[in-house]
């Protein structure tokens, strides 16, 4: 690969040496890296738009975009999803185009009113570049931004780059209902469960072959891959750092509940938003905490312990704008768990609304329109509603799960 002058030789060698030095205790090399050290040439004389925030460091923690641009590639716009470049947005604000503040780039919001790349976005972009980190979760944002990044790069025909990034929760297990497609909205972006068992890389394949998007032809897309990552990791196999992906996202034991702890973002009990334990942290005024702890226990879950907690939801800057029961006590449960590979997160969020339902039947409430948007169907709180057994409900949709599993294993990388 040829550049033009000494420096960026200079800057290109440096990086590499402290990528390699960064990885020498690592198993998994994400795509980023293996970008730089080996398909850099695919950028070579290319006008770049990345796609990207926070998450998206290198070992030796520079920013993608500064090493790009330390390297000559010529990056020429910058597009974030929700919670911004940066990472320090509240959940459900939106966003608004400006520049970004670091490297002075043009700054796309696709988390605002706009939330598919434009045609006047990609003027004058040869490729588009996707490097953020996911939760392996249907309802986490980022992956409904990837999809309509892909559909816009094959309406305006640029070729997509998507940097491989491992499912922080594995790349095998699958659980929860599949989204029917009238419940479809940026947080179910597609028929997939719950938890999808894939990698980014992975996901926009699917999208491609089984979505299909809703374009008149296929995107060009490269995924480039990772190495060291097997379907089995889970972010604590890695040996990364783990960077938030998102502000209530602190670390990973709340990623392991956040599949099923946020089905409770539907209901009047609180998720735990105005708290430094969200998704970990739930409860309601109307809440007994020992009551409810004791219906739990009889239910015998696997991996996880509880212990009574009472919190009040405050306003905490970049993480909760006017969280449920702002200022008012509650009552509920701390989570943690004790067991990664016993503890199913779906599961357990779907016991407990249904062990919430059998407790209050009067004071407990669906938010109908946005419960069933994150189930990505009305039959999971209509189930709940009923007289079904428990083991019916959360066994109702393994038919469905059977179906896509065999789809899925067509586009699977590792």
């Not at 212990?307 to 909760?320: C, L, N, Q, R």
Request: proline residues 5%.
């Amino acid at each position: 690969m040829k550049f033009n002058t000494i420096i960026i030789i200079l800057l290109l060698s440096i990086s590499n040496i402290s990528c390699q030095n960064a990885t020498e205790n690592q198993k998994v090399i994400l795509g980023n890296e293996v970008l730089l050290n080996e398909n850099l040439e695919l950028l070579n004389g290319k006008r770049i738009g990345l796609v990207t925030n926070h998450t998206s460091l290198l070992p030796n923690n520079v920013h993608l975009v500064d090493t790009l641009l330390a390297l000559g590639i010529n990056v020429t716009k910058l597009f974030s999803p929700e919670h911004g470049i940066r990472g320090n947005i509240s959940a459900g604000q939106l966003i608004s185009s400006t520049s970004d503040e670091k490297t002075g780039l043009p700054l796309f919001s696709l988390y605002g009113n706009t939330k598919k790349p434009s045609p006047a976005m990609l003027k004058d972009i040869d490729i588009l570049m996707y490097d953020i980190q996911d939760l392996g979760v249907r309802f986490y944002t980022y992956i409904s931004t990837l999809y309509y990044v892909l559909q816009a790069a094959s309406e305006n025909n640029i070729p997509i780059i998507v940097l491989d990034r491992p499912n922080p929760l594995n790349g095998v297990d699958i659980a929860g209902p599949l989204l029917e497609i009238k419940f479809k909205s940026f947080i179910g972006i597609s028929s997939i469960p719950v938890v999808y068992g894939m990698t980014v890389g992975e996901l926009a394949n699917y999208f491609i072959k089984y979505d299909r998007l809703d374009v008149d032809k296929k995107p060009g897309l490269t995924v480039i891959g990772m190495k060291g990552w097997k379907r089995n990791y889970n972010w604590h196999d890695l040996n990364l750092k783990w960077i938030p992906p998102s502000p209530n996202i602190p670390d990973f034991e709340t990623a392991q509940a956040y599949p099923g702890t946020c089905f409770i973002e539907g209901t009047n009990v609180s998720e735990g938003r105005g708290t430094h334990h969200p998704f970990l942290t739930i409860g309601a005024p109307y809440i007994n905490a020992d009551d409810l702890i004791k219906e739990l226990n009889a239910i015998n879950i696997s991996g996880v312990s509880l212990k009574s907690i009472s919190f009040t939801p405050v306003e905490i800057e970049g993480k909760a704008l006017n969280p449920k029961y702002k200022g008012i006590n509650c009552n509920g449960i701390k989570i943690s768990i004790t067991d990664e590979a016993k503890f199913k997160p779906v599961k357990f969020g779907i016991i407990l609304i249904y062990s919430l339902l059998q407790l209050y039947p009067q004071q407990f409430k669906f938010n109908e329109q946005h419960f069933d948007k994150l189930a990505g169907t009305d039959k999971l709180r209509l189930d709940l509603l009923s007289d079904k057994a428990l083991s019916i409900i959360v066994d109702g949709w393994q038919q469905d799960l059977e179906i896509f599993n065999s789809k899925r294993k067509n586009i699977l990388i590792y």
